[in-house]
Structures are given as C-alpha cells and as structure tokens.
C-alpha cells in the first residue's frame, strides 16, 4: 500500500480496516448510484467516462512514484497491445465481447480472487512475520501496472479510424490530465474531464 499506518496503530489491523472500509464505500456507492439513477432525466451520455477520468487519476497518483513508472508504461502498453492483437485475430465486432454466461463466470471469478487477495495476506504475513521481498516488490508496482491496463480498458470502444477519430476522448483525458497536474485535486479533475466530454459528445461531435 501507499499509505502507511500511524506509529501507534498496528499495520496488520490498519490495512485490514482500509480493506473494510473501501469495500463498504464501494457497495453503498452502488447502491446509492442505481437509486439515483431512476430519478435522472436529463440526457446522461458520455457520463461513463468519469470511471475513465478516475483510472486515469490513480494512475498518475500511482506513477509519481520513479519506482512505479516502468511498470505503469509496461501496464499501459501491454494492455494496448493485447487488445490490437484482440481486435486483429478475432474482427472488430467480437473483440472483447462476451455472452452472459461469460461474463457471470468472469465476474464471479474476480469477486472470489478480489476477496481473497485482499485479505489473504492477514492470514499468511501476520504483524510478527516479516513479509517476502517478492511479495512487497509486487505490491508497490502492480498497482501501477494495474491502472494503465484499466484506462485502456475504458478505451477499448474507441475506433480511431471512424469520425471523430478519438478525438473527444483524447481531448477529455487532456483535461483530466493536466487539471490534475495541476490542482491536484481527484473530484475536480474527474468532474471537469467527465463535464468536458459530455458535451463534446453531445453537443460537438454529435
């Protein structure tokens, strides 16, 4: 993790309760997003792209770091690779489509993996054992890689060879971008990359 307990807090207990927390975050946030979601009238196309803005956020938070950097750019361009070859070898249609059944047995595996990779390590490594090198050395740059294979991911449905060319996103993601090398500030810069893009959809390059 990036963050380190107080000196008076025990790590194994600190993490634990960081683990707790962001899964409680999470699962009230999406409840609280569908409720909500019945009551939006208005025309909400291209507000998908603030799960973009925040990946792209956490991965500049996570390259700021010079240790981090090789493996974000490795992230990023692994990911970008597997989905060209995806794209070549299976058509543009089917790439990265899956059927129901799929995606229930993906999403099912990634829950089961998330969960046990998330608190796993209070079993294996308590506050008495010292951790593995390997095993620090992965937690301080997979995050990164992690990110990069993410933004890539929200961009898969961009066809650059079709108007407009990935034009509102690139220019999206420079907003995002540059107001948070700037201010520093995760809200503001998702809000404002995510506003700059709804109406460019909407209103620009409708």
């Not at 990036?2 to 993490?15: G, I, T």
């Not at 909400?44 to 493996?71: C, H, W, Y």
Request: glycine share 8%; aromatic share 8%.
């Amino acid at each position: 993790s990036s963050v380190e307990p107080p000196e008076d807090v025990p790590r194994k207990d600190f993490y634990l309760a960081v683990s707790l927390l962001n899964y409680g975050y999470w699962a009230a946030g999406s409840v609280l997003g569908a409720v909500a979601g019945r009551f939006i009238t208005f025309d909400t196309t291209g507000l998908d792209f603030a799960l973009t803005g925040l990946f792209v956020v956490l991965f500049i938070e996570q390259v700021k770091n010079p240790q981090n950097r090789m493996s974000g750019v490795i992230g990023l361009v692994c990911s970008a690779a597997a989905l060209a070859a995806d794209r070549i070898t299976v058509g543009e249609e089917e790439a990265m489509t899956l059927t129901t059944t799929q995606a229930l047995v993906i999403a099912g595996a990634v829950t089961l993996g998330t969960i046990i990779t998330r608190f796993l390590p209070f079993l294996l490594f308590p506050d008495n054992k010292p951790i593995p090198k390997v095993v620090e050395y992965l937690g301080r740059t997979l995050p990164a890689a992690m990110m990069g294979l993410l933004v890539v991911y929200c961009l898969r449905n961009v066809d650059i060879a079709a108007a407009p060319h990935g034009l509102p996103e690139l220019i999206a993601l420079a907003v995002v971008t540059a107001l948070h090398l700037w201010k520093r500030n995760v809200l503001q810069s998702i809000g404002a990359g995510t506003v700059v893009y709804m109406l460019l959809v909407q209103l620009v390059f409708a």
